[in-house]
């Protein structure tokens, strides 16, 4: 070992700190020339802890469905009242869908409209959150040979929720359509005007680059677009909603507070996020 | 120098146990604030639960380097910033600067503060967890090219007052017994 006197040994205890504060500057600069190497770091501890966190998830989620059943008991009379109202309704609404259904069905056929491909489709388990503070994002347990890309499309029951940003070994991450980065083509479902949701870190996106003349009404809904062939046309995202400060925002219909188990589309997209460019397909809908 | 050849003195031979048991209460501090890190990831369906992970490791820093700073050196307190970025996903380098200046703050006021009572080192605390989290809201502003709204950095700032006194308890309980390596 190194001998060194008493001094001299103190003066290098004194001086780490400094220079580790100098090094940190070193590492922002780096992560800032080359964010590969903090994307694989970050993908190589997440795959290291998404079991231990998997592992955990279920003891937490039977502590948490426990207390929300002894809550949910105090109120069951008039809970089931209001299900019966709602299942009465939906009933109707039921109807009418399969009679719009069958119309759709018979009118393709008319048509010869080319089917759309059926997506394939994974799901999987919300095992973190992957944002922080100032991100949002969440990181899925995925098991081994996924297949998973990035690109591909993460749905909740509900509605839409993001897009794959990372893919480990055995995680997957995924950008929330809430994200201060998110950007998304849509369609509002009355006037299909186009649109392009942004993301701005907080519960509602916000709708903006409509065209002229066209106004997003209170509570229309919006669906995603097929421009840019990033997205399949049609999945529901949404409904519009005006803040206080009269800016157009969408109210999510996923619910992207609580995401517990999702679903991963593969609809063979490669419009933004492919790094090469995608082979040549035939197009759809033409004669 | 060894943690052995500063005190002369009679003391039980230096067998493999005691030896484990001496890096066990020298690692605790380092080892107890990184596994508090790992706790906070866990999905414990807390809303805004990722301004635990900033808060845990600014109390953390801060009580360790004031009460036994031997155990939780310069490079450590590196290692816990470069965690802190990577499972909080801030830009790299942000956890780690905030932290080594809340320890270097920290080194800086230990002689005067550790002679009055818990309620200074809160006090101060306070305003150093105010300055850390605006040092995070600044610096990863500045980094990814983005105005960011404020409120996360005051809710970081808050969370970390309010958690302080929860963490110090044990930890000052530890501090006197099984983090000191002389019980050894």
Known sequence: MLRLSIQAR????????????????????????????????????????????????????????????????????????????????????????????????????????????????????????????????????????????????????????????????????????TDLNSRIPVMMETSRAHAILVGTNGPRPRLQYWPEGIVPQEGERIVTSAEANAFPANLPIGTVHYSASGAAEVEPAAMLQKLEVVRIFDYGLNGVTAPEPAPARPTPGRH | MAAIDRRPGIRPRASVGRRLDVIARIGFPVGMTILLMLLTQA?????????????????????????????????????????????????????????LAVQALALGVRRSLSRRGFFWIWGVFGGVAAAASLSIWLLTMLLTFHLLAPYPAIFIAALSIAIFPILAVPFAAAHRSVADPDQA
């Open chain 1, 10 to 177: 103190q003066a290098l205890a004194r001086l780490t700190l400094p220079v580790l504060i100098v090094a940190s500057f070193g590492i922002m600069l780096l992560g800032k020339a080359d964010t590969l190497i903090a994307e694989r770091a970050r993908i190589a501890l997440g795959d290291g802890l998404a079991p231990i966190y998997a592992a955990l998830a279920s003891p937490l989620e039977r502590i948490h469905a426990t207390i929300t059943e002894t809550v949910a008991l105090w109120d069951m009379r008039e809970e089931n009242a209001r299900l019966r109202d709602e299942n009465e309704k939906l009933r109707r609404w039921q109807s009418i869908a399969l009679a719009l259904d069958a119309e759709n069905q018979r009118l393709k056929a008319s048509l010869h409209w080319i089917p759309d491909p059926d997506a394939s489709f994974i799901t999987a388990r919300v095992v973190a959150d992957a944002g922080g503070v100032y991100a949002r994002a969440v990181l899925l347990s995925v098991g081994p040979n996924h297949g998973i890309r990035k690109g591909e499309i993460a749905v909740d029951e509900r509605g839409l929720i993001g897009r794959i940003t990372e893919v480990g070994s055995r995680t997957a991450r995924v950008l929330l359509i």
């Open chain 2, 43 to 99: 999905p414990l369906d807390i809303p805004e639960q990722a301004a635990l992970l900033p808060a845990v490791a600014l109390c953390c820093v801060w009580f360790w380097s004031l009460f036994r700073p031997s155990n939780i050196p310069p490079l450590a307190v590196f290692l816990i910033g470069l965690c802190m970025d990577l499972l909080g996903y801030l830009p790299v380098g942000v956890g780690i600067f905030t932290l």
